[in-house]
């Protein structure tokens, strides 16, 4: 069974920044989207950022000018890159991969805490 592998969460002081990385454990074929989703404690798992096959993104506003989407299809690998991090940014972020099959592959989680 493959499986998404999150890496690059930690802690870090509010305005500094991070760098998740994303990428299946075997072979995914014709992945479209992939994305990166974030849960905080007592809160519903929300949309962070998306991006298309063709390099189109979309953030949720509360992200918006300071994270960045990318990915490198190549290596079937999403990045998100946090700048200006927030206290209210805390929470396990998870990324997502879907194909033009039909699926969607999740990863486990990766915890970002920003201390204030």
């Known amino acids: 069974q493959v499986q998404l592998v999150e890496s690059g969460g930690g802690l870090v002081q509010a305005g500094g920044s991070l760098r998740l990385s994303c990428a299946p454990s075997?072979?995914?074929?014709?992945?479209?989207?992939m994305g990166w989703y974030r849960q905080s404690p007592g809160k519903q798992r929300e949309l962070a950022a998306t991006i298309t096959s063709g390099g189109t993104t979309q953030y949720a506003a509360s992200v918006e000018g300071r994270f960045t989407i990318s990915r490198d299809n190549a290596k079937n690998t999403v990045y998100l890159q946090m700048n200006g991090l927030k206290p209210e940014d805390t929470a396990v972020y998870y990324c997502?991969?879907?194909?033009?099959?039909?699926?969607?592959?999740w990863g486990q989680g990766t915890q970002v805490t920003v201390s204030s």
């Open positions: 075997g072979n995914i074929f014709m992945i479209t989207t």
């Open positions: 997502r991969m879907s194909t033009a099959w039909g699926s969607d592959f």
